[in-house]
């Protein structure tokens, strides 16, 4: 793909921006962000157009699209609205928090020391996500476990100092298997990310399982080339075809809107993502920097969701360190 020119990034980033505004909450829709069209009729193949990409859950057509106009004219996306290139594509995004069978189960075993890729859950839940990666508190310098708020949280009313199992509770979790203990959340700021203070029960490596260390951490973009280390699905690669998405979400009842979420597509059509896969780390495939927190995708096409690293690292105040 060729580089996008600044100047219409800025308009299409403002584009979405409108779109959000008018469609966000539409029931149908299930992401807006920015990026390459996808021509259909050559198996969903993205071409280099940029668009403001408008996601639903199901794109009638032809005569059906015109009965839901007349029958339910609030549903519909009416482009010319958006002052700038748009493409309806049809596709869901489901939470990857449900337990999913692992082969080889390892990653579902208790691990000592603690590293990134591996199942983890709170006390109450009874699903696995995935150990994300370790960080450090900037201004206390205490280590911490990072993952999702669906993973770590998972509910309103979840105190501090709630109990981080691993393996997670879906693998058979339980207290005396409490590596940490909740400390905050950046829901409040649109970002569907927690940290968990260690306890020091074990002792934890700066290593994402079957990828090494994560060197650092850096800003993800167009077309760059991305790898993860999961619980579900375990390692897998893609490329960032979305960028600077926002994603509406139910949680508890409480309709909340994700922000920063960057969509990452296969590139040879194997696996991206699954259930269990929510709170691993997308590192820069060249680099192993960490770029984006994945906390959704869908199987049909392989897609994945995450929020830019930088903007997670910041709303919940904390540093990627390199020692234990």
């Known amino acids: ?128 996500g995935t150990l994300g990666g370790l960080v450090r508190d900037l201004d206390t310098d205490d280590a911490m476990i990072l993952s999702n708020w669906h993973v770590l949280v998972g509910s309103e009313y979840a105190p501090k100092g709630l109990r981080i199992y691993q393996p997670g509770c879906a693998e058979g979790g339980w207290s005396p298997n409490t590596v940490a203990q909740l400390e905050r959340h950046a829901m409040g700021k649109g970002i569907d990310a927690a940290v968990a203070k260690l306890t020091n029960a074990r002792p934890w490596i700066n290593d994402q399982l079957d990828v090494g260390p994560v060197t650092g951490v850096t800003a993800p973009r167009l077309d760059m080339r991305v790898t993860k ?50 709170g691993s780390w997308w590192l820069e495939e060249e680099t192993k920097k960490a770029v984006a927190l994945h906390f959704a995708g869908y199987d049909d096409p392989e897609t994945a969701l995450a929020m830019a690293m930088p903007q997670v690292l910041e709303a919940l105040n904390v540093y990627i360190s390199g020692k234990a």
């Open 229 to 278: 280390s999961g619980r579900g699905s375990e390692v897998t690669t893609g490329v960032i075809d979305g960028i600077e998405g926002e994603y509406p979400i139910d949680y508890g009842g409480f309709t909340r809107k994700i922000k920063h979420v960057y969509r990452i597509v296969s590139v040879t059509g194997e696996q991206v993502s699954t259930g269990g896969d929510s």
């Open 1 to 128: 793909m060729q580089p996008v020119e600044p100047k219409e990034l800025r308009a299409a980033c403002r584009a979405r921006d409108l779109a959000a505004a008018y469609y966000l909450f539409n029931p149908r829709v299930t992401l807006i962000d920015v990026g390459w069209r996808i021509e259909e009729s050559q198996g969903r193949r993205t071409t280099e157009d940029l668009a403001v990409r408008v996601h639903v859950n199901y794109k009638p057509r032809g005569a059906a699209l015109e009965a839901l106009g007349e029958r339910r004219p609030d549903l519909v996306i009416d482009t010319n609205r958006i002052p700038f290139c748009v493409d309806i594509v049809e596709s869901s995004y489901p939470l990857q928090w449900y337990p999913y069978p692992v082969q080889p189960a390892r990653r579902t075993c208790v691990f000592n020391p603690l590293q990134g890729g591996i199942s983890i859950s709170n006390e109450w839940s009874f699903n696995s």
